[in-house]
């Protein structure tokens, strides 16, 4: 799906808000290798420990869109998803196109914890922690990196 243009363009990032969102996004990210599992047995095993971990990716995620959205409209774009979100901002060069891929698929992740689509796959969720979670990071690494050049 295509963006379509908002009304005019922020003049400036809000740094406020989003150093705000970068500190939740570090405190979730922080919270899921704290409780990281050594096995997919025991994650599956600990239903406690699926919902702290569930929740915190789920948040972690929802940031990083928060974010994209968020600089999508400094720029003065109205993405019609969180994923088109992503892809304008690798179309911006603000992210690297395989970034901004990845960073798609773990929307898909989010609707499947959010909205229960399917049951689900805690194989999946150990692998989102063991490499989804660097994405997560990367982009809040390359977000940090924004607001440096902003200064």
């Known amino acids: 799906m295509k963006a379509r243009a908002a009304a005019p363009a922020i003049a400036r990032l809000d ?26 047995k025991t994650l599956s095993a600990d239903e406690d420990l699926q919902d702290i971990l569930a929740r915190n990716l789920e948040v972690a995620i929802q940031t ?12 003065g774009v109205v993405p019609a998803t969180a994923a088109a979100a992503f892809s304008e901002l690798a179309r911006r060069k603000l992210i690297e196109r395989g970034l901004a891929e990845r960073l798609q698929r773990a929307v898909g992740f989010r609707n499947v914890l959010v909205h229960e689509y399917a049951e689900v796959d805690w194989k999946i969720v150990m692998q989102v922690m063991r490499t989804g979670t660097r994405d997560l990071a990367a982009f809040g690494k390359a977000v940090l990196k924004m607001l440096d050049e902003q200064k």
């Open 64 to 75: 990083c869109i928060d974010i994209a959205y968020h600089l999508c409209g400094a720029h």
């Open 15 to 40: 740094t406020e808000v989003l150093d705000a969102r970068l500190r939740e996004l570090s405190r979730r990210l922080r919270r899921v290798a704290a409780r990281k599992p050594a096995s997919v």
